[in-house]
Every structure is written in structure tokens, then in C-alpha cells.
């Protein structure tokens, strides 16, 4: 079989001819002096230089200090947004600061209206009666009082429930306050009052059922020989684990029983 009758035999032929041509002297120009040549060798015949074209590795310390330029240009970058923010945020804090200062002040005066002393006329003691006895009848009329004190604040909006009634209790529970409350010749005496728009059972003491009052709470001083009065309306600070936003102390004639006849 001829050459021209096997397949086999002509591709190799054929890929004999590829090789010859792929491996065949060609021109080419060198890099180094621009001269052209025909070779198929790797150096320039005018100049010696080396005409295959070759890459340069970059340095072995171009990368990290590509990453550390391209770490200063995002901090450069970053700085003015950062201290933009920064400052957004001192701005913010100090609006706030003035703002719950501004509400603090507002609160703090609204407080001193609602405590300010209210005085009233009471029940003098007739002659010839027991001052002590007539104790009750003084206390009965000073609780009527704060109601009626309670239901005006609740017409005018500055509480939220006109009281039901009141009751008032000798104040502070000592020894020396009993003792006060059972001396005919004692001239005033303070009392703790709750001006109630709701009552609740509450746990007993000693036995004894008790009732409980959710309401206002007034400090109040009873003038016994003439049965003069002065109370304040009291706002307790917030107890363990609240916060109130302000708080005023009581004023001195509630405060004081020596000072309610000033």
C-alpha cells in the first residue's frame, strides 16, 4: 500500500511538516539593538543580546508594601468619616444632656407649685374641752380639707383621680411622736394623710385586718389650740430600682412643725 493509500502515513507526514515549519528559521527583531535577523537561535547575532522575550518577577517585597499603602490609604480615607462620627455623636450627647436638663428644670418647678403649703382655718378648741378628745374633731375637719384640696387639683389636671376621702395618721411612728399626740398641752402635731381614690385589703398585722390606700400623700400640721392648719402635697421619690427625673424636698412648714405657725 503507497503512501497515498495509508492514512497513518500521511499524517504523519503532515505533522513532520508542522514541526519543520514551527522549528524553521524566522526574522525576528531583537529587543536590545532593533536588529532584524533571520535565526531560530535565542540570541541577537549583531549584539549578543538575549531575544527571547522574558517577564520580571515583581520584588519579593513589592506585595506586602502594596497592602500596607493600600492599609494607609483606607486609614487616611476613613480618618474624616470617623471624626465626623465621633462628633456626631459628642453633638448628640450634648442635645440630650440639655434636653433632660431642660425637663429636669421644668419638672423641678412644677414639683414646687405642687407642694407649695396650703393653710386653712380649723377647729379651735371650746373652752372647758379635753384637747385631747377634741383631737379627732380636728383631725376629721383637716382630712375633709385635703380632699376637697385633691378634687380641685384633679379639676385643674394636675392629678389624674379626684380622692374618695382622706386619712391621716400621726407622723413619724416614734415614741416621742405618741407621746406628743397624748399631751394636752402639746401645741401641734404632724400628720402623714392619703388622699385615696382607691382602697385594697391588705396583709394583717398582729391579727388585726388593715386597709390599704392608693392615692396622694400630704404631710399636714395641726395648730391644736386653734385648730389652724398647713399641709403639703408630697411627691416620694422612686424607691430602689426606679429613678425619678427630679424630686424637691417638703417645705419647711410641713416639714417642721415649729415652723407651721411662721
Do not use: N
Not at 142 to 148: F, L, N, V
Not at 213 to 227: C, Q, S
Request: glycine share 8%.
Amino acid at each position: 500500500m503507497t503512501t497515498d493509500q495509508d492514512p497513518w502515513a500521511g499524517a504523519r507526514t503532515a505533522a513532520r511538516e508542522d514541526v519543520k515549519a514551527a522549528l524553521a528559521r524566522g526574522v525576528r527583531t531583537c529587543p536590545a539593538c532593533g536588529a532584524e535577523q533571520v535565526t531560530s537561535g535565542r540570541f541577537c547575532d549583531v549584539c549578543g543580546a538575549d531575544t527571547t522575550a522574558r517577564y520580571r518577577k515583581p520584588p519579593r517585597w513589592r506585595t506586602p508594601a502594596l497592602v500596607v499603602l493600600g492599609l494607609l490609604v483606607l486609614a487616611a480615607a476613613a480618618y474624616p468619616l470617623a471624626r465626623l462620627l465621633r462628633d456626631d455623636a459628642a453633638a448628640d450627647r450634648e442635645r440630650t444632656a440639655q434636653r433632660q436638663a431642660a425637663l429636669k428644670e421644668a419638672e423641678i418647678a412644677r414639683l414646687r407649685i405642687d407642694s407649695r403649703p396650703v393653710r386653712a382655718a380649723g377647729l379651735a378648741v371650746p373652752d372647758g374641752t379635753d384637747p385631747v378628745a377634741f383631737r379627732d374633731e380636728q383631725i376629721t375637719h383637716a382630712e375633709r380639707a385635703i380632699t376637697a384640696d385633691g378634687r380641685e387639683r384633679a379639676a385643674e389636671g394636675t392629678v389624674d383621680r379626684a380622692p374618695k376621702g382622706t386619712e391621716c395618721f400621726p407622723y413619724p411612728k416614734t415614741a416621742a411622736r405618741s407621746a406628743i399626740e397624748a399631751d394636752p398641752r402639746a401645741q401641734r402635731g404632724r400628720y402623714e394623710c392619703v388622699a385615696y381614690s382607691t382602697t385594697f385589703e391588705a396583709p394583717e398585722s398582729q391579727g388585726q385586718a388593715r386597709t390599704g390606700l392608693f392615692g396622694y400623700p400630704y404631710w399636714l400640721v395641726i395648730e391644736y389650740p386653734t385648730g389652724d392648719l398647713v399641709w403639703c402635697k408630697v411627691t416620694p421619690r422612686a424607691g430602689e430600682g426606679g429613678q425619678s427625673l427630679a424630686a424637691v424636698p417638703v417645705p419647711a412648714p410641713c416639714r417642721e412643725p415649729a415652723a407651721a405657725a411662721g
